[in-house]
């Protein structure tokens, strides 16, 4: 009886070592490794990883949007610098073109919360551009179409700029893209 005894508290604590050790708090588990194999049940562009990035060029006279296809939407500074670099060949082929070239020039973006604050500098008398509005609309069409974006403001130096919307008044508010409705295409 002493011999089935032991063995049995042999069994027992042989079984009770097999299991995962308790941790007094939980920890944080990393990911493995991936690519991870895809189920087919996810759309194209979530399974290959591409997001839509909107850019906002200028057409004729108003505003349109270009979405191109990249890996992962962009830090916001990035997504603006894109935007400074102008349409691509393609784009250009297409008729879009840029009014922010010689009309503004742009020296930073913050985001604070939802709000994105776009510092720009001083451009001289005879810059020769009149479509300071559509480069305004560009920079808030295209910031305001990120998901973590709901409002544009416009620095010079430390002070508020006055901004002009698309039916000419002037505001240091917020900006969104219904501000420039009436200069988008689509």
Same mark, same amino acid.
């Given at each position: 009886?002493?011999?089935?005894?032991?063995?049995?508290?042999?069994?027992?604590?042989?079984?009770?070592?097999?299991?995962?050790?308790?941790?007094?708090?939980?920890?944080?588990?990393?990911?493995?490794?991936?690519?991870?194999?895809?189920?087919?049940?996810?759309?194209?562009?979530?399974?290959? !990883?591409?997001? *839509? %990035?909107? #850019?906002? &060029?200028?057409?004729?006279?108003?505003?349109? @949007?270009?979405?191109?296809? =990249?890996?992962?939407?962009?830090?916001?500074?990035?997504?603006?610098?894109?935007?400074?670099?102008?349409?691509?060949?393609?784009?250009?082929?297409?008729?879009?073109?840029?009014?922010?070239?010689?009309?503004?020039?742009?020296?930073?973006?913050?985001?604070?919360?939802?709000?994105?604050?776009?510092?720009?500098?001083?451009?001289?008398?005879?810059? !020769?551009?009149? *479509? %300071?509005? #559509?480069? &305004?609309?560009?920079?808030?069409?295209?910031? @305001?179409?990120?998901?973590? =974006?709901?409002?544009?403001?416009?620095?010079?130096?430390?002070?508020?700029?006055?901004?002009?919307?698309?039916?000419?008044?002037?505001?240091?508010?917020?900006?969104?893209?219904?501000?420039?409705?009436?200069?988008?295409?689509?």
């Amino acid at each position: 009886m002493t011999r089935r005894l032991g063995l049995l508290l042999a069994a027992t604590a042989m079984v009770a070592g097999c299991g995962v050790p308790v941790d007094a708090q939980p920890r944080p588990v990393q990911a493995p490794p991936g690519p991870f194999p895809s189920t087919g049940s996810a759309s194209p562009s979530v399974a290959t !990883g591409q997001e *839509d %990035e909107t #850019l906002c &060029f200028v057409r004729d006279d108003g505003l349109d @949007t270009v979405v191109r296809q =990249v890996q992962a939407l962009p830090g916001i500074d990035v997504h603006l610098q894109r935007l400074l670099a102008g349409p691509t060949a393609p784009e250009r082929d297409r008729g879009l073109t840029s009014a922010l070239p010689g009309t503004l020039t742009v020296s930073g973006v913050r985001l604070t919360g939802t709000l994105a604050e776009v510092t720009v500098q001083a451009v001289g008398d005879e810059i !020769g551009r009149s *479509d %300071e509005v #559509l480069a &305004f609309g560009q920079i808030v069409c295209t910031l @305001t179409r990120r998901g973590d =974006v709901n409002g544009v403001t416009f620095r010079r130096g430390d002070r508020p700029l006055e901004v002009p919307r698309a039916d000419g008044s002037l505001t240091r508010q917020p900006l969104t893209a219904a501000d420039y409705q009436p200069l988008l295409r689509r």
